[in-house]
């Protein structure tokens, strides 16, 4: 054991003594001897065993203290690497934010640290990870094979013994062995945390592989995955704090919609979903592995938080039209940039947001035409309604609706003023949207059809109540006189 120790500190890089050659070789030659005791002295082959699991636990006590002294020399310091998306809003200063949302500008690692073999946090938890994977599966399979702890191996070694209880006796004996042992992992997780909160997802990517390998592969494996499991819990709590306190800061933070464009949080969520998916594999795949479930929890938590946020900063705006210029805007972001990454955790949050998109665009194409066209739309409404109640030979007996009301509304609609009007349109959607998002022939065009949709109505009541009588602008000059104003604009540019 002490040569196994020794071998162990042969060199300045994270190492673990290698106990196959210098300590399970040289006890092999006595392996039938223990065989023998346990079908022939009992009582004496179990002495044995705790001799062993004395002489070795002393061993590897120290060996764990060796190990954690020289992985946490090798780790690189770093300062907090903030991701964009959780600073893209300022809190109010009555907000408190912990130690793990602490914003700081990361610094590049020195020359002279390379050099000296420092190695990233999440590296060295990679490296730790398999070395001390090989020594506790060396250690378990000589265990097993030395002290005859399978049930294959000895199927009939009494009445009440059964695969589980032998499984028991080796975890037992495992965790003796190896007490001591996930402290430096966790050390480096908490440190990781400190530093970047992504930091412990790439562990948690490492920690996954290794307990898959392990659950799909034939030799009992109940120690090893329990040790992993305590990671995997441990890097699950510390992340969910991270995203529910994000959540929480997002929640306190206060913007104007007025003109805003494309909100922070909304225009850099595409980086975190790229940010996730790299951990993951890219392309949203689906799984068991905890990272799967961490990522997808953070996910619902954040977009339905996002999503809550947008409406409440909306709602404080009393201008319809910033209203529906922020909403459009934004869910039309959201829906086209979560598409494309095509995540399906996120396929009920794109569909959501494409359709708050398209009633956003509706509400601000029915502002834009009320506000330019506000006589000839209450004039034609008033006329619907009238239509509930009498019959449409007798609208133009009332006085609201007389050929005299007709004639004063028609003057003022020649192709002058609905040019003029249209031409203010535009220049409002121009105005209200961002050139980014790069909307505007998208809202002029929906402009287009859902007034040239209703004109057309206004034309067959025209026909409908007023025998004889016409709109002085018809349809098809209506859909000239778009794509003329849309010319003219675009040669002022």
Partial sequence: AKEARKAGKSSD????????????????????????????????????????????????KKEIKYFSNKISDCILKEHRDQKAFFTSGKPPDHIKI???????????????????????????????????????????????????????????????T????????????????????????????????????FYPLAMLVDTDQYEATH????????FIVKFLNEFKML??????????????????????????GVLPYFEKFPSLIDEFETLRGGGGASGKGALTSVIDTAYHKIVKTLFTWLDSQVSHEPNAKFRFAALTENYHHFSEQVTKRKVPVLESYSKTALDQYISSLNGFTDYLINRRFKHLVKYFKGMDDLLKTIPADEIQFQSSHSKHAFSKLTEKLGPN??????????????????????????????????????????????????????????????????HSVEDKQSKKK
Wanted: proline share 4%; charged share 25%; net charge neutral.
């Fill in 13 to 60: 890089s994270v190492e673990m003594a290698d106990h196959e050659e210098l300590v399970f070789a040289k006890l092999k030659p006595y392996q039938p001897l223990v065989h023998w005791l346990s079908d022939i002295e009992p009582e004496k082959y179990s002495e044995v065993l705790k001799m062993y699991t004395k002489a070795f636990r002393a061993d590897y």
């Fill in 98 to 160: 912990s130690s793990t949302t602490t914003t700081t500008v990361p610094s590049a690692p020195s020359q002279s640290s390379s050099k000296a073999g420092k190695k990233t946090i999440d590296r060295a938890f990679r490296i730790g990870l398999n070395l001390v994977e090989t020594a506790v599966m060396a250690e378990q399979n000589f265990l097993i094979q030395f002290f005859r702890l399978s049930y294959s191996m000895n199927p009939s070694t009494s009445p009440n």
């Fill in 162 to 197: 059964n695969a589980a209880s032998l499984n028991a006796v080796v975890d037992n004996i495992m965790q003796e062995l190896f007490e001591g042992l996930s402290a430096p992992f966790k050390d480096m997780i908490h440190s990781a945390d400190k530093m970047d909160n």
């Fill in 215 to 222: 659950e799909e592969g034939g030799d009992y494996c109940g």
């Fill in 235 to 260: 890097i699950k709590q510390l992340f969910n704090k991270f995203i529910d306190e994000q959540v929480e800061v997002m929640k306190s933070v206060q913007v104007s919609v007025k003109r805003c």
């Fill in 417 to 482: 003023s609905i040019e003029k009007s249209l031409t203010k349109a535009l220049k409002n959607i121009k105005k209200n949207f961002s050139t980014k998002e790069d909307l505007a022939l998208d809202i002029w065009a929906e402009l287009e059809r859902t007034f040239g949709k209703q004109y057309k109505h206004y034309e067959e009541l025209v026909a409908k109540c007023y025998k004889g009588q016409k709109l002085p602008v018809t349809s098809q000059d209506l859909s000239s006189i778009f």
